[in-house]
């Protein structure tokens, strides 16, 4: 099972970016995707998640009203549109897929989820 992150870049205050996991190796629609982030110096945090049919969506509340969550199973694809990036927003993000097929909590822990992307670097300038 391969996951490709792609789509981040610099960008400035305000703007917008689209991030894209595409997997390869296996079928993602029986499995909630996520998406988490580590900053420099930082430990890895949950940003968002979401279900299997996309049913159930889960923010962390630093991104809650900002960033969206999206998938397309018949691509094999999850994105993350990003808007109005703040300077904090600047880590490498990882999208990853859930351990189970069925919800059993822990959503924005990272041992919840058995595979893991190479991660794309978001850079917000102030």
């Known amino acids: 099972v391969q996951l490709q992150a792609s789509g981040g870049g610099l960008v400035q205050a305000g703007g917008s970016l689209r991030l894209s996991c595409a997997v390869s190796g296996r079928a993602i629609s029986m499995w909630a995707m996520a998406w988490f982030r580590q900053a420099p110096g930082k430990d890895r945090e949950f940003v968002s998640r979401i279900s299997r049919s996309a049913g159930n969506i889960y923010y962390a509340d630093s991104v809650k009203g900002r960033f969206t969550i999206s998938r397309d199973n018949a691509k094999n694809t999850v994105y993350l549109q990003m808007n109005s990036l703040k300077p904090e927003d600047t880590a490498v993000y990882y999208c990853?897929?859930?351990?189970?097929?069925?919800?059993?909590?822990?959503?924005?822990?990272?041992?919840?989820?058995?595979?893991w992307g190479q991660g794309t670097l978001v850079t917000v300038s102030s």
């Open positions: 990853a897929i859930a351990r189970r097929t069925y919800y059993s909590g822990g959503y924005n822990l990272s041992v919840e989820y058995n595979y």
